[in-house]
């Protein structure tokens, strides 16, 4: 099967079963949106999808491979990729600079970094920026980027690796309502010209309903639903154990 696809995915820490029997694929060029209250689950499936995380029981296949007992790095160079958090970025360096670390390492170049970094992939790097919308802020350093920029800073280093699939843990976190609808049509537009398949959380539910192709929904470490925009606004169960009450998913808004 060509796809990512987890199969029956558990997870749980003691006593907490914190995913359960956890199906689903994404496809090369769509947007999955995985949705739920937080606690459940939704960081723990990402974490084993990405290698970070043993599962107590299933499986996780990429093109009907196995991607179990694979280290992050492994996995990351088969093409799955995941945005780096605000950490990861190098505030010393400018924009610019990190997306060549990027590339350096995907061509095995660590050890060119000290003569050859600042020609390194330079043109590939800036012309990565330009369709982000960062070739102007190419020169600037990090540390001195609004939190907006970072974040289209996230993308751009997870998508130098030039990966198939891309997965974003909250991408929107902490942003303003607008600038989260701006991050997400671009990252919409990239995946469909790239044909890459994006696995994201979010709490907006505009973002969730309006960028989406599939929603899953997840609560108390199970996947209680999944369907198209339109199919999960209408799903009773959904409604029952989230729009019922008040929304617990835009806590972090
Ligand atoms: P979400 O991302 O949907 O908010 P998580 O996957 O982070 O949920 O967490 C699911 C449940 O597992 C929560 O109850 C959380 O407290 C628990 N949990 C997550 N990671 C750990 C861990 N490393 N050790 C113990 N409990 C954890
Ligand atoms: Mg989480």
């Excluded at 280093?157 to 997965?167: G, R």
Aim: aromatic letters at 6%; a neutral charge.
């Amino acid at each position: 099967m060509i796809g990512l696809s987890v199969s029956q995915l558990s997870k749980s820490f003691g006593g907490l079963q914190a995913v359960q029997a956890v199906s689903f694929e994404v496809k090369a060029g769509e947007l999955v949106a995985l949705i739920g209250p937080n606690g459940a689950g939704k960081s723990t499936t990402f974490n084993m999808i990405n290698g970070q995380l043993p599962p107590d029981d299933g499986e996780v296949l990429l093109d009907g491979e196995s991607l179990l007992g694979l280290t992050p790095q492994k996995i990351w160079r088969r093409g799955v990729a995941r945005t780096f958090q605000t950490a990861a970025i190098f505030g010393s360096m400018s924009v610019l600079e990190n997306v060549q670390m990027v590339l350096m390492s995907r061509g095995r170049r660590f050890s060119a970094l000290l003569q050859r970094a600042y020609r390194y992939r330079r043109e590939e790097a800036l012309a990565l920026l330009d369709q982000l919308d960062l070739k102007a802020l190419a020169h600037h350093g990090c540390q001195t980027l609004a939190y907006a920029d970072i974040k289209r800073v996230e993308l751009a280093l997870a998508l130098a690796s030039e990966p198939s699939w891309l997965l974003m843990d909250e991408p929107t976190a902490g942003m303003a309502p607008g600038e989260r609808q701006a991050l997400m049509a671009l990252t919409r537009s990239l995946a469909k010209q790239r044909e890459l398949g994006v696995l994201f959380t979010e709490h907006s539910m505009d973002v969730v309903f309006g960028y989406a192709d599939r929603v899953l929904v997840m609560a108390q470490g199970r996947l209680i639903a999944a369907g198209t925009p339109t199919e999960i606004q209408a799903n009773e169960a959904v409604q029952a154990v989230y729009f019922g009450q008040q929304p617990v998913i835009g806590a972090a808004s």
